[in-house]
């Protein structure tokens, strides 16, 4: 084996026989995640701003180490990004009732309501989009989610389930609650 061919066959390089398909389908899910983030743009939310509201829905209240530990993020930035969501009153802080010199990070409720606002938009949105595709690519799409699901979890095993982000807080709520509905 050449040395150039080493280096093409080296770790960062795709599967042989498979090639074809990596860059389009990163292409593809690119733009449907460009596509999604409209309606939190329209709420000057940032991806960061917008997953730490996630985080915070579906695992509040926390600490900001928590935050920052289910963000992957640094104390630091985690701290800039709170200071920036608490002035814009979508986070709020109270006093951990364990251990007194540290706070709590939860939504408030304008930061509830804009985050599910932001749901329904990017769902409608979607839902949409879905809407116009013949019936044989609608199967064809439906039978590739749970493929989709099994990559996006090999990539970022940490991450946090897809559905808590997606689903609104209310729905989030009753399927706690014991119903037997995806939301």
Known sequence: ?????????GPSAPPSGRDEIVAPLRTAVLRL?????APAERHDLTP???????????HGPLRVGDLARGMSISMPS????????????????RPDPHDQRASL????PT???????????????????????PDDQLDTLAAAVPLLDTLAQRLAPGDLPTHELATPAAHRRHHRAGSDEPY
Request: proline share 0%.
């Open 1 to 9: 084996m050449s040395e150039s061919q080493r280096a093409v066959s």
């Open 33 to 37: 995640a460009h596509g999604q983030r």
């Open 48 to 58: 960061s701003r917008l997953t730490a509201l996630g985080v915070l829905s579906a």
């Open 78 to 93: 985690a701290s800039r990004l709170v200071d920036i969501l608490v002035a814009a009153d979508l986070v709020g802080r």
């Open 105 to 108: 990070l939860a939504l408030t």
């Open 111 to 133: 930061g509830t309501a804009v985050l599910d606002s932001i749901r329904r938009e990017s769902l409608q949105a979607l839902a949409t989009t879905i809407a116009t595709l």
